[in-house]
């Protein structure tokens, strides 16, 4: 203690120190462990996570690519009345991170056909990644930050194109009322498809519901939209106030035509059904009677 105040020597590494000098040496061993540990985390993905993780992306993308190709032959074999053709587009995102399309050009190549400084290009994007998770999330684990960091998808974006004049244009231009309702329920069957392909049992239901189906696009547009759900397999459960879906382009289909009268407190339901070239009457379900009392 002195009339001041009070001085404060601390013992460290084998010698006191005052505090200033502690607080420069603690500096320095802090910039040491982060080099050591830096390293250490470039030597585990070097070693251990760049040919795996290259390949899983490899994997991904390559999928994803042919989904796309996959949905793409679908839509072109299916203009519209108008002759309007739209495609998928795949591309990376516009916040896609730094160095992506370099990285993405090596990721789509074998590991095994490496230079050293592919590996080394690929390493470091990888870890500028895992920097900057660990950076925008502190409070999150080692786990979290490389799922978030090595997901694939946020480097991507989808885009929906349209032609026009013999090029391709961004859907969302000028276009008609129905135009723009292809433009955007269209793309989303395709991508519909695509999430459902994913079910482990071939006998999951892909199951998509529309309300108000296909308001304002013209019949031939409409059939060829129920034709396009039926090549992308999908269970559609719609309403509409004029849509009963018999077209050659739909295999089968159940219909619930419902009518009513103002001031009558009652719905009729007439049942048809359609199976790809007639439409017939079918009488309700019979609920079955309540069974008999085992006892009196």
Known sequence: MVEDGMIVDVVYQGRERAVPELAGALA???????????????????????????GTLQELIAAAERQVLAMNAELEERPT?????LRLVWRPSRKAPIGLAQARGRLLQTADAWT??????????????????????????WLEHLTAALDHRSWHEFAVERQQHGRWVPAT??????ER?????VPLFAAASSHYASAGSPYAPRLVTLDEAFAGVDDDSRAKCLGLLHAFDLDVVMTSEREWACY??????AIAQLARIDE?????????????TARTRREDPVRPADPEPLWV
């Open 173 to 178: 231009g000028p276009a008609s009322g129905g």
């Open 264 to 276: 009558v407190a009652a719905v009729l339901v007439t049942r048809w059904e359609w199976d790809g």
């Open 116 to 141: 050293a400084e592919d590996r080394a290009a690929v390493g470091e994007f990888l870890q500028t990644q895992i920097a900057r998770q660990q950076t925008e999330d502190a409070a999150g684990s």
């Open 81 to 85: 009345s108008t002759g309007m053709r």
């Open 28 to 54: 320095v061993e802090v910039g040491e462990l982060t080099r050591i540990l830096s390293a250490h985390e470039r030597e585990i993905l070097e070693t251990h996570l760049i040919t795996e993780v290259a």
């Open 181 to 185: 309702v292809l433009a955007v329920s």
């Open 248 to 253: 050659p382009q739909v295999p089968g289909i």
